[in-house]
């Protein structure tokens, strides 16, 4: 038996991640935590908001699929890399935010990390087994979003409705808002370093717009192996929380019957100008990769609720990271600051209702 803890129970990848433990029978489901909504005795222990990991010191788990969306998943992944405790990661924001200490933490506690996210359990699928140095790069692939082939001038005026239409995948309000600017490629690019320990150019960023193609990996004799498959994030649960059995899912593979066609294209960052932020908030490191999350989430909350244009995040983001300081957190307090801070700076710079 595995003994899942599972925060973010409510959301996209929570109410997922149910279904996955309910059709394995050596999945049990021992902790379930929302921000707000009620759990009705999903699990013998539940919390609803407040500190996540007085839930975790209850259960006890042997894995905790953090599903917690934004900067507030930072204690329970904390928690689960220095207890040694299997970590099945979906809140990436907490990884971007929390690098180094994240890393530091997960030596210390000597347990597993395992991505959720489509494209980096893919990446981590096909280096499993290979030696770091026959890696030459890898490749994050992302449909585009919805706004994908538009120009600046077209999406000025458009609003939450339009940005919530995702093309490809079924998710939660703040990752779709994300893909649909490209902060969730920038997000992901981070991510992909601390997970895969590349440096920033050799790591890339390609759109694929049917979202079939999840990652490649391209190695130094040429040869590149890719992840494919339809988009349907029960597959990355269920290889994190069945790992390394790879247990059966109720998602098809590949019909290949009537033919497949998979095309490729850079990313327009004149118009979806956070993937280069994200990119340079990476390589100048410190906290600055906290402070691009911290304020892609005011902007974002804030386009969400009608206050900000949808050009207006980048405009947000850009602005506040002009100004922080991005010093390196030497523990969690200082990278607690360093978010606040970021925060304040983005709000600032949010139009006055
Ligand atoms: N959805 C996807 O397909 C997908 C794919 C890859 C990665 N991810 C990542 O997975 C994470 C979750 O995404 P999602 O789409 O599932 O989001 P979502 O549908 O918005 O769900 C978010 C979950 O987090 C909970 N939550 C929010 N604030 C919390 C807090 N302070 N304490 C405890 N729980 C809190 C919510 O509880 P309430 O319902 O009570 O508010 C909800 O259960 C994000 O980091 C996202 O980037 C998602």
């Known amino acids: 038996m595995r003994r899942v803890a599972l925060l973010g129970a409510t959301g996209s990848i929570g109410r997922q991640a149910v279904e996955i433990v309910e059709g394995h029978p050596e999945l049990e489901l021992v902790a379930a935590a929302s921000g707000s909504q009620p759990l009705d005795g999903l699990a013998p222990l539940t919390q609803v908001g407040g500190d996540l990991t007085e839930l975790l010191e209850r259960a006890q788990p042997d894995v905790v699929l953090n599903a917690v969306v934004g900067f507030a998943g930072l204690p329970a992944t904390l928690w689960a890399l220095e207890n040694g405790v299997t ?11 929390a690098g180094e200490l994240a890393l530091a933490a997960k030596e210390r506690g000597e347990g597993f990390l395992l991505p959720v996210d489509s494209e980096h359990s893919a990446v981590f699928q096909c280096l499993e087994g290979r030696e770091p140095e026959q890696v030459d790069s890898l490749v994050i692939t992302g449909s585009g979003g919805p706004f994908r082939g538009r120009g600046r001038e077209e999406l000025e005026d458009v609003g939450p409705e339009e940005a919530l239409v995702h093309p490809t995948w079924n998710m939660g309000p703040k990752i779709t808002v994300d893909s649909a600017t490209l902060a969730n490629k920038g997000l992901e690019l981070i991510e992909a370093h601390f997970l895969f320990g590349l440096p920033y150019e050799r790591i890339e960023v390609v759109l694929q717009p049917t979202s079939v193609v999840h990652a490649l990996v391209r190695f130094r ?9 339809y988009p349907d994030m029960r597959v990355p649960i269920s290889f994190a929380l069945t790992y390394p059995e790879r247990a059966a899912t109720p998602v098809p593979s590949l019909d290949l019957s009537q033919g497949l066609v998979l095309e490729f294209e850079p990313p327009d960052l004149e118009t979806f100008p956070l993937l280069a932020l994200a990119r340079e908030a990476g390589e100048r490191s410190g906290t600055h990769p906290c402070a691009f999350n911290a304020a892609n989430e005011v902007a974002v909350a804030a386009f969400l609720e009608g206050k900000l244009p949808f050009l207006g995040i980048a405009t947000t983001v850009e602005e506040t990271l002009a100004e922080v300081d991005g010093a390196p957190a030497r523990d969690v307090d200082d990278l607690l600051e360093a978010d606040a801070a970021a925060r304040r700076l983005a709000e600032r710079g949010l139009p006055v209702a």
Do not use: I, P, T
């Open 221 to 229: 004799d040429g040869a590149s192996l890719a992840h494919l498959g």
């Open 87 to 97: 970590l099945a990661l979906a809140n990436k924001e907490s990884l971007v935010a």
